[in-house]
């Protein structure tokens, strides 16, 4: 259990350097990808057990930190879609996320009880992530992570699409403000070992440890 414990940790953290260094589209899709290949072959190697621990392995790392962390395919898909989203709508998204994600967790035990067996029960939760894998290269980056690595024309296009997807344009200021702000470099960015650089902060980053 304690070994369990310790790679479930190791992975989240792989995970937050995949986020925050090569951005939410990138992991999105990199880390869906590897789901659906790692089933796959778990699929059609099952004859095989050195192959069909291969599939689990490649689909281990998104899966897992997917499922019990919620880090990777769930928010990142969270985080973009609210900052499509009108400020209004924020909540309303976030919460529609939260139903479509509870109500998946719940029907899932009912379909694996009902098929009886994993190889279907697999096919089935795999090609149905598949439209979402193919429709994953019009998904936006995440404005705030281009601000944040110092790509403001990139984050500016991303916030004009987001306009366009509002039916509102991107004020001429709010662009001039993007373009000459100042942000942090790499010295100055703040990793992981900042959520215990007060005591508040130590104590709410063990409550969340605790809870997940």
Not at 60 to 89: D, K, N, Y
Not at 107 to 120: A, C, H, S, T
Not at 149 to 158: H, S, W
Not at 167 to 184: A, M, P, Q, V
Request: contains cysteine.
């Amino acid at each position: 259990m304690t070994l369990v414990s310790i790679l479930w940790y190791i992975n989240a953290y792989i995970e937050y350097l995949q986020i925050f260094r090569y951005g939410r589209r990138l992991t999105f899709i990199v880390s869906l990808g590897l789901l659906i290949i790692g089933r796959i072959i778990s699929i059609v190697t099952s004859h095989s057990f050195i192959l069909f621990i291969i599939g689990c392995v490649i689909a281990w790392f998104p899966s897992w930190s997917a499922v019990q962390l919620s880090i990777v395919l769930v928010q990142c898909a969270t985080v973009i879609s609210m900052e499509i989203s009108a400020p209004e709508r924020r909540s309303l998204t976030a919460t529609y996320r939260a139903i479509a994600y509870s109500t998946g967790m719940f029907i899932m035990p009912f379909l694996y009880w009902g098929l009886r067996d994993w190889k279907p029960f697999m096919i089935i939760t795999t090609v149905t992530q598949l439209p979402f894998l193919f429709y994953s290269c019009k998904i936006i980056e995440s404005p705030r992570w281009l601000l944040n690595k110092n790509k403001k024309e990139m984050c500016v296009k991303e916030l004009q699409k987001i306009a366009r997807i509002n039916n509102t344009t991107l004020e001429k200021e709010t662009e001039r403000e993007i373009l000459n702000s100042t942000t942090l470099n790499e010295n100055q960015v703040l990793g992981p070992l900042s959520l215990f650089s007060s005591r508040n902060l130590v104590m709410n980053t063990v409550l969340q440890l605790y809870i997940w």
